[in-house]
């Protein structure tokens, strides 16, 4: 195999069984606290007006009502329609769906980013961004978004794990049918006939169903290939005769998780690399201007997961458990921040997940606290993560901004990281959907990449496999037809 470049997509998360972080903490969800100027102003009211209770009743409504509102975005030049656009150009509708990796919920917001906001303004936007699945890592996340599945389901449950019926080891260069189960989008438009490209996608490669990946319309993974590059290939696809142009599309970027890794998502290099990013947003958007489609094609554009710094103060060392239990570095699959222990038979797995949160929480190790130990089918059950023989027996989370490792090194630690709870708010990444049947100017609450799925084949108007997104979704999104 070539270098990693060639073979996987990259990032640095996947350091294999060696050091990396995790975390802990589920108060970051977002909790609403009711508007504060409404109580007081509701306050106000009642004292001055003691006996029209029905008018400041009426009044309060008023106000929640206009308070709550923000879900149809307010600027004058974005009226809101009710329903799908018709096409205009294209005899059918075509998805381009894009992912930026590792861009984190709120990197919009870095530098101006004036072409993903024209997404964002005449779009339709997960207001507190697209919550990632468990564990937050490239290869599930990315295979979740295409299959509506969590990876306990699609069998992609780390980016390098082992089987353990046969032995066999998957990587990112894995492209055997037998590791990537699910449906995949492409693989459900080829099931229909129809056709569909990928430029760069973890499971793209693999044959499946009527899925051949087809020289010209599925691009080998090479990290190499210019993000213009990338841009202008998906852009000539749309040369072709109408009935020709392939309905549904990926495009893939490394950045700026490639980057997050290295410097921590607060460092100005992960600035510049948003700004590329929107470059080639506005490339894109200017290609399908020049060719008359913009307005027909819709672009979904997601990242995977977010990031969240690490440093070297925030470790965790397993060979510190020593006194309570010795965790050989051949039972650990991964570290961090997914900590994934599968120990040889003849263990009782319940008794090394007891003694190892002894350990922990004895006081005497450091972090110790930052680290709990579960087995996987104790896990809270919205992980989802341990309907899957793959999925190793003891699972461990660790507090945001964390990192596992076996034993204490040299090596200098502050960086970035992801594959943590997806309840934290760092994991989250962005959501916009652009297109005849996303409403321009929309805010809609966050929710889980496996609802893609649905919302793709909605779009496309095809029958989907079995997935783990709700059926009803789609309606909540998507604009209805005129018609019917
Ligand atoms: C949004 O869409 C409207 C209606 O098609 C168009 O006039 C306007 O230029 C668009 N705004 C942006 C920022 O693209
Ligand atoms: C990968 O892409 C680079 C840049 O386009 C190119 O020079 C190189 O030959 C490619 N490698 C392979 C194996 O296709
Ligand atoms: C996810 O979907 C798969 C395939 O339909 C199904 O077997 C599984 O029970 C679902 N899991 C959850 C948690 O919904
Ligand atoms: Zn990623």
Redesign the pocket.
């Known amino acids: 195999m070539g270098s990693d470049k060639l073979t996987q997509i990259p990032t640095q998360e996947d350091d294999p069984p060696n050091p990396t972080t995790a975390l802990l903490s589920f108060n970051t969800t977002t909790t609403h606290h009711p508007p504060r100027p409404i109580t007081t102003t509701l306050l106000l009211v009642t004292l001055l007006l003691t006996t029209a209770i029905t008018l400041s009743a009426a009044l309060a409504f008023a106000f929640l009502f206009f308070s709550s509102t923000t879900a149809e975005a307010t600027s004058s030049h974005t009226p809101i329609s009710h329903f799908s656009r018709p096409l205009q150009k294209l005899t059918h509708p075509v998805v381009i769906l894009v992912s930026s990796d590792g861009f984190r919920f709120g990197y919009q917001f870095k530098t101006d980013t004036p072409n993903i906001h024209r997404l964002i303004r005449n779009g339709t936007e997960a207001e507190t961004g697209l919550i990632p699945v468990f564990p937050t890592l490239t290869f599930p996340n990315h295979y979740s978004i295409a299959t509506g599945?969590?990876p306990a389901?699609h069998g992609i449950i780390n980016n390098y794990f082992v089987d353990p019926i046969n032995g066999d080891s998957f990587n990112m260069g894995s492209h055997e049918p037998k590791w990537w189960l699910g449906e995949p989008l492409w693989e459900t438009v080829a099931n229909h006939g129809l056709k569909a490209a990928t430029y760069f996608w973890p499971g793209s490669e693999v044959h499946k169903g009527s899925w051949s990946c087809p020289a010209k319309f599925c691009m080998n993974y090479n990290g190499s290939v210019p993000f213009e590059e990338r841009v202008d290939t998906v852009l000539s696809y749309f040369d072709a005769p109408s009935s020709e142009i392939p309905v549904f599309m990926t495009l893939y970027f490394e950045d700026p998780d490639h980057q997050g890794h290295q410097v921590g998502p607060d460092d100005p290099e992960i600035t510049d690399a948003v700004a590329r990013i929107d470059r080639m947003i506005g490339r894109l958007i200017k290609g399908l201007e020049k060719r008359g489609v913009f307005e027909d094609v819709t672009i979904i554009m997601v990242g995977d997961h977010g990031m969240v710094g690490t440093c070297d103060k925030k470790l965790i060392f397993l060979e510190d458990l020593a006194k309570w239990i010795e965790i050989p570095k051949e039972w650990v699959q991964s570290y961090s921040p997914l900590l994934s222990i599968r120990p040889p038979s003849g263990y009782s797995l319940s008794d090394v997940v007891a003694k190892m949160n002894e350990g922990l929480g004895s006081g005497k190790v450091s972090n110790g606290d930052k680290l709990k130990v579960y087995l996987k089918e104790e896990l809270p059950g919205r992980l989802?993560f341990s309907?899957s023989e793959r999925i190793p027996p003891i699972i461990g989370l660790v507090e945001e901004g964390f990192k596992v490792e076996q034993k204490g090194s040299e090596r200098k630690e502050c960086g970035g990281a992801h594959g943590y709870d997806n309840a934290f708010f760092s994991m989250r990444t962005i959501f916009i959907g652009h297109g005849p049947q996303f409403a321009r100017g929309l805010k809609v609450p966050s929710f889980e990449n496996v609802q893609i799925y649905n919302l793709v084949t909605s779009i496309l108007n095809i029958k989907g496999a079995?997935?783990?997104g709700t059926s009803s979704f789609p309606n909540t999104v998507l604009l209805p037809c005129k018609s019917i």
Do not use: I, S, T, V
């Open positions: 599945l969590y389901f989802h309907a079995a997935n783990n």
